[in-house]
Every structure is written in structure tokens, then in C-alpha cells.
């Protein structure tokens, strides 16, 4: 008999997200993904005034907090043909680049690496060959037999005093944690010290947009003005603040983060051969040098891989109504045109219907809808985005810094290629675009500096603030490459108010359950690619392939206009 | 799991830290607080007696934000917290254990510590249907009720589980309902923002830890402390306001050189929060200071107070203050509260005179 193995909650993620395993002897055979929580954003959004929209639309999520503002923004100007000057350009990249780089490291240390890092092994470390592991690694400062000595001591007196808070009940002594207690130990340390460094590098958001998490962003440009000569507006001293948060976060990057990576890495080499799944990648593009509309600008490129052929990228094109499609077949809301129909995000339409078990309940029934997260298809293609599909997409482009750091990472590792398409390839190719936005990042900033220096102040264009000087009815598409993967957003206004709002999100690819068809979502496929669990009672291996996407499912589950009752057409310019 | 009952006095004494280095670091707390010296012996005392006190975290409809928020705390830091003054027993984002293991925590957390631990609720609860929340297969109301029947108190973070947030924003499609719309039996204390500021709601649970009573509240359950007072009061733009120089648009000169927001829409007027005395960030910076208005995010129904870059019809501040809003959840509540939290602190305040290091080490 088959054994259902029920995760819920998975935890060390954003939002609430159920998996469900059913089991073939050790093995999983089919997995199932359930976002199982709702609030309805799109619904409140309809009728507001479109330059509040970023607002309401940031609060989607906390976690990857600028995603939501940019890509609502964006959407409003795309709508209204609106330009922005070149400095709110640059310092939105910049914020888009920190918001990666501390969401990256976040994820790597406080959500993931628990899965890999066996915490109570780190007791048994010794800290002088701790200090050697770390010295042979990296050139990070913190790393003598003292300082480790010390760590171990902080965490023996935690252990001892019987109160475990949020170690407790940690599958620990799995036969599937593999690090020596030097190498946990280690990753303790650096768990501990990205926290404090992660509060440091976010004060760059706090200086554009007044506060992390959730800055303010404008319609327009950004709010903060620049002014050499005030006290009160972007002066020399916050450039000089914004460029040590920029030379910190470089630092952890190239010191502790990559290198760390690579040498938990290689205790897992088994894991670069399992949770691929589905082998279909998708990228919208992000990142210009000069502005939205030339993608040709973009650091991230846009295009589609399919089944791991990375000789050839397909063109994507967001207002194709044959391209992308939401399906709701196993999700619990209604279409007007029937619950087996895909429609287009412009025909967005969606009614929230829970036909689930009455709580409390032990199981899903998933031939029946089983998530609040709707199936998006490309070509009735299931995609997985996020930083496995830039990276790969970046390295069929033929971008030279990419394939280089590719190639030194596989190295270190004596793996081909093919690795990246594995558990560990997402986890490593999140650390890899990390090294690639934190350069990045100082040539933004180079940008920025040069243009002041050249008088460029403008930080905002008035032109089309006033809604009066707008058309009647206009519509638009806001689209970034989020920490995540490919996010969009389409909102339609009519006499200065929202009459339509949809959000495509990352985790909303990824995390999606079943289509009308039986095709899995990118979670769902992963799992299903040769797991097997040593313990059915401590189901790590799940942990780590879910991990790996970095789910964050108050993203994922949105829900559009209860109604429906409107076809909405959106040229995408460009 | 080991339930060792070792206090955090005796654990410093095993590790060689001496009365007088334990004292010491009592006095850079108090300091480090803001409290003073005569809150040494109290904080002394509240460390040394009691095992970290358990907080059972649970998140239901939220964007957890006000986690992020949590560890973006200076004073006491995320990781001093959870390793030297709490015991954060249950917390989706951060703990380790998923599934059955992590409900096993959080059971385990509330018999070991029946009444006498902390909840703490980010996200509104959806009222609407049990189906549009749940965790572990059941309702978000079937686990706060389950979990805060234990409870001492419940500190509901963010605008969300003090008000009901975003979800319950016009027209409320899932039912959205705030904790003290739930809990009415015992003390909740609303810490609103859109998240709060991470010194407020490590601030709170300091102020828990260290007097052993809870903050004195205001109407809408918030602790006073950092909710007593406009943005606009304490605004550093004010003397702009005041003399009538404001910023037109933005980017003009108003904006470039710090004049008053008030005509971008700035809801500094009408929001009670701690943002322009505590800023964000270490200190970094806050919204007016970074050039866009305050969008009133500590406030109920903010969401539906007008759009943010409208000028308020009213400019100051106690007038809008009850006006401007729809009815607030939970003042009933916050009052009880309130009361008894008055009696506590004033007995705790009579008790502790003036002392120095010198009298704490013959004691």
C-alpha cells in the first residue's frame, strides 16, 4: 500500500504552502503543491487611483518587498507612455540589485542552509580546524580559532538550556546531513553573521525609499529628490552611505556567500543530479541600461529554454494571448468560460470558489482542485523561473561573465554543465547571479555619480502626474525579473481609476498545481524527479527541493476581479 | 527534547561571568533602552530568574513583512533575542522544523509553558470562509483560539492582526478580521505599520521581558510609548509647515531642500506612530526624510482613508485624529488592557528606587 506523506506547514519560506507526497515504496511518485492561503489584492486594487496602486500591490509581499511596487509602477507607466529620468532609473536598479543580493543571502542562510547544515553536529567541531577550513576558503576576516570557539560556546549554552526555539524538533543526526562539524559549525557562524549584516545592507532601500521592509516607490520616477547642497534630499554623505552598503555587500558575496556555496556543495554532489522536474525555463528580462522599453539593454536577458536545449532561445512576447495562459482546473476559483479553459492574463478573471475539505481536514483530495495558486502555461508548457532560468538563459546568450563564472564554479566542483539542472544547480545559480548583480550594482552606482557630476539632478518627470492630462482609458504591462523569477503585472485604467488589475507572479509559475491537462507545476515535477526519503517521518529531501525554488506563496495566490465580466486588451509597448 | 529549567543567571555564573560583569551588562541594557539606571535591579532581576520566555509566533493572512521587520532590529538584535531573552517556540519563517514536527513545537511550547507564554499574530484572520486560510489543515481561527487559550497575552504585530490591513481594505473579499475582533478575553496589545518599525516590535517585547507587565496602552490597544504622538508633532519639516513652505510636486525646491509634504498628500497629521522620533533602519532614514509623504500605515483603515497623494482636508492633528477613520477594533480591549497594566507598572515603579552598581554587588 502507498503511504500519503502530508508537509504542512513547510516552513523557512514566505507564505503558506502544503506539500503532499504519494509514495511508492521509499520513492516519491507524485507530489502535490497546495498554496493554502487567500486574500484577494487584485479584488481591492479595482478603483483606486493607479499611482496607488504600488502600494496595495507591495504588500503581495514582505519578503521580496520592492518586486511588487517596481512591477506596479511599471505597469502604470507602460499604460500611460510615461519616462522616467535617467537617476530614478539607475536608483531603481540599484534598489532591484540590493533587494536580490539580501534576498539571495537571506535565503541561502536563514531559509536553506538548515537543510544542509546539521547544527548540533557544529558542537562536536574543533575550532582551530574550523579556522583552517574557513582560512582555506576565503579571505573573510572573521575566522580565527577564537572566534569560532566562541560561536560553539554561544550555541553549546543555547543547547544546555533546554529551550531550542526555533532549533527545536530540526531532524537532526539525519543520515542525509553530510558536513563535518568544522563545515557546520562554519555555516553556523555565517548564519549568525548574515543576519546582522543583512540589517546593514538594507539601509540602502531606507535612504531611496524611507524604510525596509516596504519603501515607498512613485509613478513617475522616485521620491527622492537629489540635491548636492541640502541636508534634507540625496547629498554626498548618503552617496557615500549607499556605496559602503555596495562594497558590504560585494564583500559577502565574493567572501562568504559564493565560497560557502561551493564547499557545502561539494559534500552534495548527489543532489546536482535530482529535482530538475521540468526542464523549462522562462525569463521576462530585467535590468536596463537605458530604459524599459530597449530590452536589448537588459543584463537579464528575456526568452524561453525548452527541455534543457540551450542552443536555442524562444522570443516571449506578454501580450500573445496564444503564449500565456492561467489555468484553474485544480485551483479553487471558477472561470466564466469554464474551469478546463487557459485565458490570457488581459482576459484575467477570476471567483474565488473553495471547494476543499471542511478545516480541520488530514488530506487533500487532489483529483479535485486542491491550491489557491492558479497552473500559468507558455504554449500549455509548465515553466520554472527564477535564478536557474536567468542564469541558463544568460549563458545560451552568450553573456562572457556568466558562462565564465559557470565555469569556475563547475570546476571547483568537477561537474558538466548539465549539473545546473538539479536541486543544487538552483541553489548555486542563485549564488552565481548574486556575484553578477553585486558587480553590477557598482557600475549602476558609477552611473549615478557620473550623471550628478555631469548636473543631472532629475530625479522625477511631472508630466503626466496630474490625471487629467490622461486618456480616457488606457492599459498597460509591468514586468520585472523579481529575486524569484518572471513577474507581471497588467492593469487597466479608465477615467483616472484602476478598472482592471492582474498579477502573474514568480512563485505562481513555480509553486502552480496540476492544469487542465495533468501537467505538474515546476515544484511538483522537481519532487517527482528520483526522490527517494530515507526517513518518511523526516522528509529533509523534500525541504531541500522545495528550498531550492525559495517559495513565496503570498505571491503566489492572487486573485483578479470577482466578476469577470470584461475582455482587457494591453499593448505592451516595445 | 531535554527540559532543563536552568535559569539565565546560573547558566552566566557556569560559564565564568561574574556578578559584577552580569550587573554590567544590566546597565548597558538599560541604557541601550533608553530606561533608567533605576531599571537595572528590575532587568537583573527578570534575567536572572526566568527561563527565556516562550512566544508562539503564528502568521495567517500576512505578507510576512513584519517578520522581515523583526529581524531588521538593532537593539536587541533577531539573533540576541531568540538566543538570550526569548524563546521563540514556533515561527514559520524562521524555524526549523516543518510539518508535523513543527506543530509538535508549538504543542509542546504551549503545555510546557501553560499560561505563561506570548503569542504573537502577524495577518488578519479570514472570517469569510474556514477554506481561505489554513495551516496544517486547519482554519486560522481553529489555531489562534487553540493557541491563545494558554496564552498570558497576545501581541498582534503589524496593521493586519491589529486592524484587520490590506485584506480587510474595501471590499473585503475574504471576511478579513483583526485578532482583538477574535480574542476579547484576554490582553492584546496592537503594534500597527505597515510593517512596524523593527525597534517597536522588539521594543514591546522588551518592555514585556524586562517589567513583566504589559506597555500602558491607548484607545486603539497600541502601547503609548511609541504610538502617543503624530508623525506630524515630531516631524522635523514641522517648522516648514508652520511657516508655509511646503513642496509642490516632486523634485521641485520645496522637495530638494526639505520643506513640508503636507500638499503631496503626507498623512503625517493623522498617523500616531514612532517613524519620525525613531526612524527606520538603525537610524537611516524614514519616509518624509526620503522625500514621499507618510501614507498613515499604523492607522486603521488607512487603506480606505483617501489616496496617498491626496492633501488631507484637515491639517492637524487631535481633530482627524478620531474623524478620519472608521470605527477601530479592539478599543474595548486595549482598555482593559491598559488598566491593568497601569496598576502593574506603577506598583513596579514605586518598588525600585535609585541604585548603583556598588549597592547591587553587597546585595
Request: negative net charge; glycine residues 8%; contains cysteine.
Amino acid at each position: 500500500m502507498s503511504e500519503r506523506i502530508v508537509v504542512d506547514p513547510i516552513t523557512r519560506i514566505e507564505g503558506h504552502l502544503r506539500i503532499e507526497a504519494q509514495m511508492k515504496g521509499n520513492r516519491i511518485e507524485q507530489a502535490y503543491s497546495s498554496g493554502t492561503m487567500v486574500r484577494g489584492i487584485e479584488t481591492i486594487l479595482k478603483g483606486r487611483d493607479p499611482r496607488d496602486a504600488w502600494a496595495y500591490a507591495q504588500r503581495i509581499c514582505g519578503v521580496c518587498t520592492l518586486v511588487h511596487g517596481i512591477a506596479s509602477i511599471r505597469a502604470v507607466e507602460d499604460a500611460l507612455n510615461y519616462d522616467i529620468p535617467k537617476n530614478a532609473q539607475l536608483i531603481r536598479n540599484l534598489m532591484i540589485g540590493a533587494q536580490y543580493i539580501h534576498d539571495h543571502v537571506m535565503h541561502f542562510y536563514h531559509l536553506h542552509a538548515l537543510d544542509w547544515v546539521d547544527v548540533v553536529s557544529a558542537l562536536k567541531a574543533d575550532p582551530q580546524a574550523t579556522a583552517e577550513l574557513a582560512q582555506s576558503l576565503s579571505s573573510w576576516p572573521n575566522s580565527s580559532p577564537g572566534y569560532f570557539a566562541d560561536t560553539r560556546r554561544r550555541l553549546a549554552d543555547f543547547v544546555e538550556s533546554g529551550q531550542l526555539g526555533i532549533f527545536a524538533n530540526g531532524y537532526w543526526g539525519h543520515p542525509e546531513y553530510k558536513l563535518p562539524p568544522e563545515a557546520n559549525l562554519m555555516a553556523v557562524a555565517h548564519y549568525l553573521e548574515a543576519l546582522a549584516w543583512q540589517r546593514e545592507v538594507v539601509k540602502l532601500h531606507t535612504i531611496f525609499g524611507g524604510k525596509n521592509p516596504h519603501p515607498n516607490f512613485l509613478v513617475g520616477g522616485v521620491a527622492s529628490p537629489i540635491d548636492l547642497n541640502s541636508d534634507s534630499a540625496i547629498n554626498a554623505r548618503r552617496l557615500s552611505q549607499v556605496q559602503d552598503v555596495i562594497s558590504r555587500m560585494r564583500q559577502f558575496v565574493d567572501q562568504v556567500y559564493l565560497p560557502d556555496t561551493l564547499a557545502i556543495a561539494s559534500f552534495y554532489k548527489e543532489w546536482f543530479k535530482r529535482g530538475e522536474g521540468l526542464g523549462n525555463f522562462l525569463c521576462y528580462g530585467d535590468l536596463p541600461a537605458t530604459n524599459m522599453r530597449d530590452r536589448d539593454s537588459f543584463l537579464f536577458p528575456p526568452g524561453v529554454i525548452l527541455d534543457r536545449d540551450l542552443s536555442r532561445v524562444h522570443e516571449i512576447d506578454m501580450h500573445d494571448k496564444a503564449q500565456i495562459q492561467e489555468y484553474v482546473a485544480h485551483s479553487w476559483y471558477n472561470y466564466s468560460t469554464g474551469k478546463e479553459t487557459g485565458l490570457h492574463p488581459y482576459d484575467g478573471e477570476t471567483q474565488l470558489d473553495y471547494t476543499g475539505p471542511e478545516p480541520p481536514f488530514k488530506q487533500l483530495q487532489v483529483e479535485d482542485p486542491y491550491s489557491w495558486i492558479k497552473s500559468p502555461r507558455w504554449r500549455d508548457k509548465a515553466m520554472e523561473v527564477g535564478p536557474l532560468s536567468r542564469v541558463l538563459l544568460l549563458y545560451a546568450s552568450g553573456h562572457e561573465p556568466t558562462r565564465e563564472l559557470a565555469r569556475f564554479a563547475l570546476a571547483k566542483l568537477d561537474l558538466p554543465i548539465i549539473a545546473l539542472f538539479s536541486t543544487l544547480g538552483r541553489t548555486a545559480a542563485r549564488t552565481l547571479e548574486s556575484k553578477l548583480l553585486a558587480d553590477a550594482m557598482q557600475g549602476w552606482f558609477d552611473d549615478l555619480v557620473s550623471n550628478i557630476k555631469r548636473g543631472d539632478t532629475r530625479t522625477f518627470n511631472e508630466a503626466l502626474w496630474d490625471p487629467s492630462t490622461w486618456p480616457e482609458t488606457c492599459q498597460g504591462a509591468g514586468f520585472m525579473e523579481a529575486p524569484r523569477g518572471a513577474l507581471g503585472h497588467w492593469v487597466v485604467i479608465r477615467n483616472g481609476k484602476i478598472a482592471n488589475y492582474q498579477a502573474v507572479v514568480p512563485s505562481t509559475w513555480n509553486a502552480g498545481p496540476r492544469d487542465a491537462s495533468g501537467q505538474s507545476g515546476a515544484y511538483e515535477a522537481a519532487l517527482q524527479d528520483q526522490h527517494t526519503l530515507v526517513d518518511s517521518s523526516q522528509p529533509l529531501e523534500i525541504l531541500r527541493t522545495i528550498h531550492s525554488f525559495d517559495p513565496c506563496i503570498a505571491c503566489a495566490v492572487h486573485l483578479a476581479d470577482e466578476a469577470g465580466d470584461e475582455l482587457i486588451k494591453i499593448q505592451i509597448s516595445g | 527534547m531535554d527540559t532543563n529549567t536552568k535559569t539565565l543567571g546560573e547558566a552566566l555564573r557556569r560559564n565564568g561571568v561574574t556578578r559584577r560583569g552580569f550587573l554590567k551588562f544590566c546597565t548597558a541594557t538599560a541604557s541601550m533602552m533608553a530606561l533608567p539606571p533605576s531599571m537595572v535591579p528590575a532587568i537583573a532581576a527578570a534575567l536572572e530568574q526566568a527561563r527565556r520566555p516562550s512566544v508562539i509566533w503564528l502568521s495567517f493572512q500576512e505578507c510576512t513583512g513584519c517578520t522581515e521587520s523583526l529581524s531588521r532590529s538593532h537593539a536587541p538584535s533577531l539573533e540576541n533575542l531568540i538566543f538570550d531573552h526569548i524563546s521563540l517556540d514556533y515561527h514559520h519563517t524562521l524555524q526549523v522544523a516543518s510539518g508535523e514536527a513543527a506543530e509538535a513545537a508549538r504543542e509542546a511550547a504551549m503545555h510546557a509553558n501553560e499560561g505563561a507564554y506570548l503569542v504573537v499574530v502577524d495577518g488578519s484572520i479570514p472570517l469569510g470562509n474556514p477554506g481561505y486560510s489554513t495551516i496544517a489543515g486547519f482554519s486560522n481561527l481553529q489555531t489562534l483560539e487553540e493557541t491563545v487559550a494558554g496564552a498570558v497575552a497576545v501581541i498582534a504585530v503589524g496593521t493586519c492582526a491589529s486592524f484587520g490591513g490590506l485584506p480587510k481594505a474595501y471590499p473585503n473579499p475574504t471576511g478579513a478580521v483583526s485578532v482583538s475582533d477574535i480574542v476579547t478575553d484576554k490582553p492584546v496589545i496592537n503594534v500597527p505599520g505597515c510593517p512596524p518599525i523593527p525597534m517597536v516590535i522588539t521594543g514591546v517585547l522588551a518592555h514585556y521581558l524586562t517589567f513583566g507587565t504589559l506597555p500602558e496602552l491607548d484607545h486603539y490597544g497600541r502601547p503609548k510609548a511609541f504610538y502617543g504622538t503624530s508623525i506630524h508633532d515630531r516631524c522635523y519639516r514641522r517648522p516648514f509647515y508652520d511657516k508655509g513652505r511646503f513642496a509642490h510636486t516632486f523634485d521641485d525646491e520645496g522637495a530638494r531642500k526639505g520643506w513640508c509634504l503636507y500638499k503631496l498628500g503626507c498623512k503625517g497629521p493623522m498617523t500616531y506612530n514612532a517613524c519620525a522620533t525613531a526612524k527606520w533602519n538603525q537610524g537611516t532614514s524614514w519616509p518624509v526624510e526620503s522625500g514621499h509623504g507618510c501614507i498613515g500605515c499604523a492607522e486603521p483603515d488607512f487603506w480606505d482613508a483617501g489616496g496617498f497623494y491626496n492633501a488631507l482636508s484637515v491639517p492637524t492633528g487631535e481633530i482627524s485624529r478620531n474623524a478620519s477613520y472608521a470605527i477601530a477594533a479592539g478599543v474595548g480591549v486595549g482598555a482593559i488592557a491598559a488598566g491593568i497594566n497601569q496598576r502593574t507598572r506603577n506598583k513596579a515603579v514605586r518598588q525600585h528606587a535609585e541604585v548603583t552598581i556598588e549597592d547591587l554587588e553587597k546585595r
